[in-house]
Structure formats: structure tokens, C-alpha cells
């Protein structure tokens, strides 16, 4: 059964978290949701649900504006040859949640555990973290350590791990 963002929000509540939450229009892309920025501070997320040739599967959270080489992932992260996209059938098996609201809270759906959670370091920089609470209709704000706790509690130990070449790094 797919987590509703209010039982998400209780599920936080329990565990100690605050989760400040906005509502707005649907955001579907990094570029609709730059529009928010001025009311929500904080690290702005994309996410990148992978698989690999063994069908293992991998969250890569990392900031809106992160350059991520996703020819070369697959070697940084130990996978079993280059990743492709997980399909929609699969997001919403796992993660409980549809294209275009991919977030590292749906790691709460994936009971059985098959999916990786990769935080990239740059992220994990800021000390507020943002992201759509299962639905692209809202934000939620959390601490970055509060992201940490959230995960481990669904089982989900993150690798926080450098996999972005921001557009200001050399390469």
C-alpha cells in the first residue's frame, strides 16, 4: 500500500522531525519548481531513480543543478554495468510515488528494502534539504541530519557519496 503525504507527516512527527510543508500548483520539472525559490531556502532536490544490468536499484538525491555523469555512476556507486532509468511500473512499485515526484521519502514504501539511497555530498552541504512529500503539490523542509534519521528508521542506511560535478568544478 502507498504512503499518503499526511500518514508521511506522522511518520515524521514520530520520529522527532520538523517538516515544514508549502503547498503550490504541480511541479514536474527542476525549471517549474525554480519558481519557488524566494519562499523556500534550503537545498533544492532532483532525483534520478536507476537500475542497473542486475536490476538493482539505486535513488540518486543530489541538488537541482547538479551535473551528474550517469555514463560513469554506475562505476562510482559498484553497480553492475551502466544504469538505465527505472520505468514508471517499477518508481511506483518501490517508491510508491509517479514520475515527476520522485523523493527520497518515498523510501518509506519500499518495505522489502531493494532500493539504494545515494545523497550526493554537495547536498548534503545545506543545512535544510527539500523535497516533495510523495506528491509534486508540496515541499517539505528538513534538516539534513533529519533526512539521515528518516531514511535509517525505513531501513534505508543512505551512502552520502560525491556524485555531482557541480557547474563550477573543473570536471
Known amino acids: 500500500m502507498t504512503t499518503a503525504p499526511n500518514?508521511?507527516?506522522?511518520?515524521?512527527?514520530?520520529l522527532g522531525i520538523a517538516h515544514p510543508t508549502i503547498s503550490h500548483p504541480p511541479l514536474f520539472t527542476v525549471e517549474q519548481s525554480q519558481a519557488l525559490r524566494g519562499q523556500i531556502p534550503g537545498g533544492h532536490t532532483k532525483n534520478l531513480f536507476l537500475r542497473?544490468?542486475?536490476?538493482?536499484?539505486?535513488?540518486?538525491?543530489?541538488?537541482?543543478?547538479?551535473?551528474?555523469?550517469?555514463?560513469?555512476?554506475?562505476?562510482l556507486l559498484g553497480a553492475s554495468g551502466r544504469f538505465?532509468?527505472?520505468?514508471?511500473?517499477?518508481?511506483?512499485?518501490?517508491?510508491?510515488?509517479?514520475?515527476?515526484?520522485?523523493?527520497?521519502?518515498?523510501?518509506?514504501?519500499?518495505?522489502?528494502?531493494?532500493?539504494?539511497?545515494?545523497?550526493?555530498a554537495a547536498l548534503m552541504e545545506h543545512a535544510v534539504i527539500n523535497a516533495h512529500p510523495l506528491i509534486n503539490t508540496m515541499t517539505t523542509s528538513?534538516?539534513?541530519?533529519?533526512?539521515?534519521?528518516?531514511?535509517e528508521a525505513t531501513g534505508h542506511s543512505p551512502r552520502i557519496e560525491r556524485v555531482s560535478n557541480l557547474p563550477s568544478d573543473p570536471g
Open 7 to 14: 500518514q508521511l507527516f506522522a511518520y515524521l512527527d514520530g
Open 52 to 75: 542497473d544490468k542486475k536490476q538493482a536499484v539505486f535513488l540518486v538525491v543530489a541538488e537541482e543543478d547538479a551535473e551528474i555523469d550517469l555514463k560513469g555512476l554506475h562505476r
Open 84 to 120: 538505465s532509468f527505472g520505468s514508471p511500473d517499477l518508481l511506483r512499485e518501490l517508491l510508491g510515488v509517479t514520475p515527476g515526484s520522485v523523493t527520497a521519502f518515498g523510501a518509506i514504501n519500499d518495505t522489502a528494502g531493494r532500493v539504494s539511497v545515494i545523497l550526493d
Open 142 to 151: 528538513v534538516g539534513r541530519n533529519d533526512l539521515v534519521k528518516f531514511l
